[in-house]
């Protein structure tokens, strides 16, 4: 049953300290998507890959977060430093192209106290 | 800018009675679009996808999309208590680096 795998599924931090999320997309998709969910906000994108490149950032603070895809079975985002406001949910999600549905992994839960 | 616009709710059904969740579109463009249904604590499932103009049924579900009037509905007969969740319509892109553009989601709730 291939589905989008992600780790960690819960993470509490200290303000201030570094955090990686990680995700395996469905096999064989070229599409990587990572969202942060609140109950505010809905879902709000933050980084999209098409063939391991970035597309679209802009949804992202640039000054503390980062999303890269090292390899096509491997995607991360990193908030360095992180800060009580980026507790959220985040998930990771893969599609097989541009016009077709995504599949959500089952999110990170990260809470930053 | 694509925009896909949804009645947040929340919108609370009787068991059994037909649930109703429409989303609006501004692309004229949009050929295709997504149902997802989310429950508390949970991501985003796909339950459904509609490509043409018209009805598509799976099951209890009736998905409707009405390309002259931009809008998609998604029909819930015979509404369960399990259906209570949060539902977001997605239009995929049309072109270049577009990505899938999800509305806010409604929030539905069957009442037994």
């Known amino acids: 049953d291939a589905r989008v795998t992600q780790t960690p599924r819960h993470k509490v931090t200290e303000m201030g300290q570094e955090v990686t999320m990680r995700c395996q997309p469905i096999?064989?998709?070229?599409?990587v998507f990572w969202y942060r969910q609140t109950m505010m906000q809905g879902l709000e994108l933050l980084a999209y890959?098409?063939?391991?490149?970035?597309?679209?950032d802009s949804g992202m603070p640039k000054d503390r977060f980062s999303a890269e895809m090292p390899d096509a079975t491997l995607a991360t985002l990193k908030i360095q430093p992180s800060e009580p406001r980026d507790s959220a949910v985040y998930f990771c999600a893969s599609g097989p192209g541009d016009s077709d549905a995504i599949y959500f992994g089952e999110g990170s839960w990260l809470t930053v106290v | 800018q694509k925009e896909v616009e949804q009645n947040s709710g929340p919108l609370s059904v009787p068991e059994g009675a037909i649930a109703s969740l429409n989303c609006t579109y501004s692309?004229?463009?949009?050929?295709?679009f997504f149902w997802y249904r989310q429950y508390s604590g949970k991501s985003p499932e796909l339950i459904m996808f509609i490509y043409s103009n018209g009805d598509k049924e799976d099951g209890r579900f009736t998905a409707q999309l009405n390309k002259a009037s931009q809008y998609v509905s998604l029909l819930i007969r015979d509404s369960q208590p399990s259906d209570s969740a949060t539902y977001l319509c997605?239009?995929?892109?049309?072109?270049?680096?577009?990505?899938?553009?999800f509305g806010t989601g409604t929030r539905l709730t069957i009442i037994p």
């Open positions: 997605a239009a995929p892109p049309n072109f270049g680096n577009e990505k899938l553009t």
């Open positions: 096999l064989g998709h070229n599409t």
């Open positions: 890959f098409r063939n391991r490149a970035p597309l679209d």
């Open positions: 692309d004229r463009g949009s050929q295709s």
